[in-house]
């Protein structure tokens, strides 16, 4: 039984969070606290500028700014996860894709920087073609894969170097 109510209460508050801040980033939320603004500079007179008036809006907008961090960085972790999996399954279903590029949210930023300079040479290619339907030759898909081993072999050289350092 506590298992289906652990699982309630994470959905509830997944659903909440989502709620939250799809409603916050509307306009008339932001048309909302706009206007809260508005009425509190307005009623500074009326309460003569207090420490009270002060801290009104000072400790609304410091709770809701702490609360709404979690709640964004929870639906932005959500929708990050959705796309890199959509993203995966991209490239699992090209049989030319690397399956290298399926973990690549968790590859060194030496790692991405190989293989973001292999697809900027493999850019440079595609650029000199005269349409992007042009087929290639076995010439050029020899040199294509060529550049492909070069960029594997300097990823293994990196990687043995960051295993050397670990060690």
Do not use: C
Not at 31 to 49: D, E, K, N, Q
Not at 74 to 93: H, M, Y
Request: aromatic share 8%; charged share 25%.
């Amino acid at each position: 039984m506590k298992k289906k109510s652990e699982l309630r209460s994470k959905y509830s508050f997944e659903r909440f969070a989502s709620s939250v801040t799809k409603a916050t980033s509307t306009t008339a939320a932001f048309i909302v606290a706009f206007l809260i603004i508005i009425i509190w500079g307005v009623a500074g007179p009326l309460f003569h500028y207090s420490e009270t008036w002060q801290s009104f809006i000072s400790t609304g907008a410091t709770i809701i700014t702490f609360l709404m961090v979690f709640l964004i960085q929870k639906t932005q972790n959500k929708n990050s996860l959705a796309i890199q999996l959509k993203l995966n399954e991209l490239v699992a279903a090209n049989e030319i894709a690397s399956n290298r590029l399926l973990n690549a949210e968790n590859m060194t930023e030496d790692e991405l920087k190989i293989i973001h300079k292999y697809y900027s040479k493999l850019s440079d290619f595609a650029k000199k073609e005269e349409t992007l339907q042009q087929p290639h030759s076995i010439d050029e898909v020899h040199h294509l894969h060529d550049i492909k081993n070069e960029m594997e072999q300097e990823l293994k050289d990196t990687e043995q170097k960051s295993d050397d350092t670990n060690d």
